[in-house]
């Protein structure tokens, strides 16, 4: 457990009235180039809704980036019908800037038609599980089309851990390939590996990975009750301010995208906390 401040019921409903004044004028409380950090929405959170709906919820944040997700935009998704997508993600404010979780393989020509929706979607990365017989592929595909591959880890899986649980098996596996093969960390995971006996910190998992961070999911976890917690919330264990600064460290210009699991019928009131305490943590960081 980290250090927090005292009075943190205090500290949220004030934040959280900033942000949702800020949100009621059409825009977020601060600007963007006052923040430590670029935030946005992995839009999974809002995976009980349509796109339309999942939009109208990003944009009462008071954000305007998202990571989207297979359900409100499938990968197959194209001409007409992604214009209309992009068209209604512009009525809404909110940029596609990254698109994921997507499985790569060995298999290139499956791997070169997520680049070709990535690019067309117009994001910057995509958040990944590959396959450790993909990187030939991934390569070649980086550098043709400029786009980031962001490797997830996903904590404890089935009755195991995931494979790509920590930013030192994913430094290892990356460190020689085409610089754009990173990770998208998921501090959320991170913590939950602590369950398997793996305590990670997520800060210092920035630092291992350094220049091959190219996005973030960011989430607080109680371990006991095994569910997403609100940012600040005496059960987690996330120490926001310490990830944003390390993210300034290593010098990260991607996006960091809240991501809140619990209560998927209607997230909006925790996740307008969330993003109340980012910003106000972001703009401290500075």
Known sequence: MTDRPLNRRAF????AATALAGAARGRAPVF????????????????NFDLEQALKRIKELGLKNAEF?????????????LKDVLKLCQEYEVTPVGFGVERFT????????????????????????PTKDSFDSLDKLCEEYKIAIAIHPHGPSGKGRHHWWSAEI????????????GACLDTGHLLRMAQL?????????????????????????DNMRKTDVVFGDPT??????????????VKFTGTVNIEYEANPSDPSADMKKCVAYALETAKKVG
């Open 12 to 15: 949220l409903a004030t934040t």
């Open 32 to 47: 963007e180039s006052d923040l430590a950090v670029r935030l946005g929405v992995q839009s999974y959170t809002f995976r």
């Open 69 to 81: 997700y297979s359900k409100h935009i499938p990968a197959n998704t194209a001409g007409d019908k």
């Open 106 to 129: 060995k298999d290139h020509d499956a791997n070169k038609k997520l680049f070709e929706f990535g690019k067309a979607l117009g994001v910057k990365y995509l958040s990944a599980d």
């Open 170 to 181: 994913i430094m290892k596996a990356v460190k020689d390939h085409n610089k754009l093969i």
């Open 197 to 221: 006996g793996e305590k990670l910190d997520p800060a210092q998992q920035v630092k291992v990975l350094g220049e091959r961070n190219y996005a973030m999911h960011l989430k607080d976890h």
């Open 236 to 249: 987690g264990t996330l120490d926001v301010a310490a990830v944003f600064r390390a993210l300034k460290e």
